[in-house]
């Protein structure tokens, strides 16, 4: 180092990049710096400062160009002081940059001052600053719309939990209903089965209900439902269950029975306790495997033996016995009339209009089939569907329902011009027989029609077993552009995930819903609307079912469901009355509007 002339050290300091100043103090006579004179900067420093200090000038006076805010003075009075170097950062207004600026005392008393500008890094850090706020934002956003998204999943769960607390509960006695036995009583058998147990079913039917709710009205009438149920809820226990089974019926199930004799017991005891409150009831019981392995048959023969009690008096028990299977035999006879009925093509179908609130034209109809038999008379498909579904006639039946149907689309677009929907009422498992998709898409190629105008309906029924090929089923379906609406939906096995499952286009909310909508702060109500925004959302076209009366269609209308079906709009008809209908005459349209019964089951 010391082998360098300072000729050399004048260069490095002139051509360095380092923005270089030197200044002398100015001292009083007490020898206090007051001031510092710039004595020499370097060609970094003047272009850095854009000129604007000078030589021999003062530091109060050259200085101040740079930047104002800066204690000049006093920064190189500390460098004297501490012999450190004093650092600082500032923004210049003047130069519109920012520095980072070092001064430190050399030996021979000068004050070195070496400026960086750091306008560059500033920025940067701004940046970063910047930076770091948006992504603090963001995440604080995040946070939220998690939280939203929780809270929207919180109450679709909540939803779903009071949906099925409804479609299992009867909502006067808190019992458990006639859906959670259908599902409680497969188990049970599977169970009795099993470990080779009796199991015992009592029907219980309050006497005289009908004449209490007649001549003391319906509060009566439920406090009395209140009154048995209360008794009967004691007996409740791991191996005895009790269902409200509807209107005035109850059921008993008794599991893990020993003996025959357990349940005379048990029915024994709870006579005795019902009639401790001054209620008379007619009760039957069956037995399995004993009487029956069949469910159904459990049911009708504890239900045979109820009405002879009522037939010998009321307010017994009795057991079923075999001596009753005569009965039996005469219901059965249904199924062979069935038969004979498809055979010779007794049925028919009657079409009950459906109407877009939201327009008030014509929706479209649903084909609903109508039996009657010479004998028996009017017969409710929901007492032969069920019949036929065992039989599998129900398939041949379905075929001809959909050809029907079909046909009466096809003719009422070429005379009326009619555009709206045929909704068929499918089967699961009418749906599940191998050449359904075939079927249909040939019959909709037969009548040349669109099939965006056929809806088949299906129950949520259809998931119960099997529930991926029932999907990709549908999906078919929906392929080859026919509706597909789910029917009844709020009864039974109702789940919003349900909703997403199926490859659905509507959804139907069942009438036991709508019967309940117009009451005080009715849950049904609630749930109705929110599952109505829901599907709306979802895309789904929706149809209220069994809509009665005016007020029921103004709740509808407050919570936006598009569609109705029901008294109120018109009663199922047969084909003739709804071509005057279509053809507008007013006095078939009179009929629908006064929802007149153009059909009365006997059954
Ligand atoms: P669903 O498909 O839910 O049909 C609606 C039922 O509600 C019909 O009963 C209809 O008459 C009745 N209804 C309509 N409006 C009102 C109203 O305002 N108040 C009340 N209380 N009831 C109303 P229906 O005709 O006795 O049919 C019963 C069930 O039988 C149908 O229920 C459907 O599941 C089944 N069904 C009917 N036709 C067919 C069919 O062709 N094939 C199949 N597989 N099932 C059918
Ligand atoms: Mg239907
Ligand atoms: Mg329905």
């Known amino acids: 180092m010391g082998m360098l002339?300072?000729?050399?050290?004048?260069?490095?300091?002139?051509?360095?990049?380092?923005?270089?100043?030197?200044?002398?103090?100015?001292?009083?006579?007490?020898?206090?710096?007051?001031?510092?004179s710039p004595i020499y900067m370097n060609q970094a420093y003047e272009?850095?400062?854009?000129?604007?200090?000078?030589?021999?000038?003062?530091?109060?006076?050259?200085?101040?160009?740079?930047?104002?805010?800066?204690?000049?003075?006093?920064?190189?009075?500390?460098?004297?002081?501490?012999?450190?170097?004093?650092?600082?950062?500032?923004?210049?207004?003047?130069?519109?940059?920012w520095f980072f600026v070092s001064l430190v005392k050399l030996p021979q008393d000068f004050l070195l001052v070496t400026?960086?500008?750091?306008?560059?890094?500033?920025?940067?850090?701004?940046?970063?600053?910047?930076?770091?706020?948006?992504?603090?934002?963001?995440?604080?956003?995040?946070?939220?719309?998690?939280?939203?998204?929780?809270?929207?999943?919180?109450?679709?769960?909540?939803?779903?939990?009071?949906?099925?607390?409804?479609?299992?509960?009867?909502?006067l006695t808190g019992l458990p209903n006639r859906s959670r036995f259908n599902e409680i009583i497969e188990l049970s058998i599977q169970k009795s089965k099993k470990e080779h147990g009796i199991l015992g079913l009592m029907l219980i039917d309050i006497d005289n209900l009908k004449d209490v709710n007649d001549s003391r009205g319906h509060s009566?009438?439920?406090?009395?439902?209140?009154?048995?149920?209360?008794?009967?809820?004691?007996?409740?226990?791991?191996?005895?269950?009790?269902?409200?089974?509807?209107?005035?019926?109850?059921?008993v199930l008794a599991t893990e029975l020993e003996t025959k004799d357990s349940m005379v017991t048990i029915s024994d005891a709870i006579m005795e306790s019902v009639n401790s409150v001054n209620v008379s009831i007619s009760a039957g019981i069956s037995l399995f495997p004993d009487d029956t392995d069949s469910i159904e048959e459990l049911l009708k023969f504890a239900d045979m033996a109820m009405y002879d009690v009522k037939k010998k008096g009321k307010n017994n028990?009795?057991?079923?016995m075999h001596l009753m299977q005569d009965k039996l035999l005469k219901r059965l006879n249904l199924e062979t009339k069935l038969n004979e009925a498809m055979l010779n093509?007794?049925?028919?179908?009657?079409?009950?209009?459906?109407?877009?609130i939201t327009t008030n034209k014509l929706r479209g109809f649903e084909a609903l089939l109508r039996w009657y038999d010479d004998e028996i008379g009017w017969i409710s498909p929901e007492q032969f569907i069920p019949l036929a579904e065992e039989?599998?006639?129900?398939?041949?039946?379905?075929?001809?329902?959909?050809?029907?149907?079909?046909?009466?689309?096809?003719?009422?677009?070429?005379?009326?011009?009619?555009?709206?929907?045929?909704?068929?009422?499918?089967?699961?498992?009418?749906?599940?027989?191998?050449?359904?998709?075939?079927?249909?898409?040939?019959?909709?190629?037969?009548?040349?029609?669109?099939p965006r105008k056929i809806e088949i309906e299906v129950t949520e029924g259809?998931?119960?077993?099997?529930?991926?090929?029932?999907?990709?089923?549908?999906?078919?379906?929906?392929?080859?552009?026919?509706?597909?609406?789910?029917?009844?939906?709020?009864?039974?096995?109702?789940?919003?995930?349900?909703?997403?499952?199926?490859?659905?286009?509507?959804?139907?909310?069942?009438?036991?819903?709508?019967?309940?909508?117009?009451?005080?702060?009715?849950?049904?109500?609630?749930?109705?609307?929110?599952?109505?925004?829901?599907?709306?959302?979802?895309?789904?076209?929706?149809?209220?079912?069994?809509?009665?009366?005016?007020?029921?269609?103004?709740?509808?209308?407050?919570?936006n469901c598009r569609n109705t079906q029901g008294f109120l709009m018109g009663k199922p008809m047969p084909v003739d009355i709804c071509e005057k209908m279509l053809s507008g005459d007013e006095s078939a349209i009179l009929r629908i509007e006064n929802g007149q019964d153009p059909i009365r089951y006997s059954i």
């Open 47 to 97: 272009i850095m400062t854009n000129k604007r200090v000078e030589i021999d000038s003062l530091f109060s006076k050259s200085m101040v160009h740079v930047s104002a805010s800066v204690p000049w003075i006093q920064m190189g009075q500390e460098a004297f002081e501490t012999g450190k170097h004093i650092e600082h950062s500032f923004f210049s207004q003047v130069l519109n940059s």
């Open 5 to 36: 002339d300072s000729l050399i050290y004048e260069n490095i300091v002139t051509y360095t990049s380092e923005a270089l100043l030197v200044a002398s103090p100015v001292c009083n006579t007490g020898m206090q710096i007051l001031d510092f």
């Open 115 to 171: 400026l960086h500008d750091i306008s560059k890094d500033k920025e940067h850090e701004q940046q970063l600053r910047r930076q770091n706020l948006r992504l603090a934002a963001l995440s604080e956003e995040l946070v939220l719309s998690r939280q939203n998204l929780r809270n929207k999943l919180d109450k679709i769960e909540n939803l779903n939990i009071r949906l099925e607390h409804l479609a299992f509960h009867d909502p």
């Open 462 to 559: 259809v998931l119960i077993e099997n529930m991926e090929e029932t999907v990709r089923l549908l999906q078919d379906v929906k392929n080859l552009g026919v509706g597909i609406s789910l029917d009844d939906f709020g009864t039974g096995y109702s789940s919003l995930s349900y909703l997403q499952i199926l490859p659905l286009t509507t959804l139907k909310i069942d009438k036991s819903f709508i019967a309940n909508i117009t009451s005080k702060n009715s849950v049904e109500a609630e749930i109705t609307d929110s599952i109505i925004s829901l599907v709306t959302k979802m895309g789904l076209d929706t149809i209220a079912e069994g809509v009665e009366n005016a007020e029921q269609l103004g709740v509808l209308q407050q919570i």
């Open 220 to 251: 009566a009438g439920d406090e009395l439902l209140c009154r048995v149920s209360k008794q009967l809820k004691n007996f409740v226990r791991e191996t005895i269950q009790v269902f409200r089974f509807g209107g005035d019926e109850f059921l």
């Open 345 to 356: 093509g007794s049925f028919k179908l009657y079409y009950q209009p459906q109407v877009d």
């Open 317 to 320: 028990v009795f057991f079923f």
């Open 391 to 450: 039989s599998r006639l129900v398939i041949p039946l379905g075929d001809w329902v959909m050809d029907t149907a079909c046909a009466t689309l096809r003719n009422w677009k070429d005379t009326y011009n009619f555009e709206g929907i045929m909704s068929i009422n499918v089967s699961p498992i009418q749906l599940k027989k191998p050449s359904f998709i075939y079927d249909l898409d040939e019959t909709i190629k037969k009548y040349s029609l669109d």
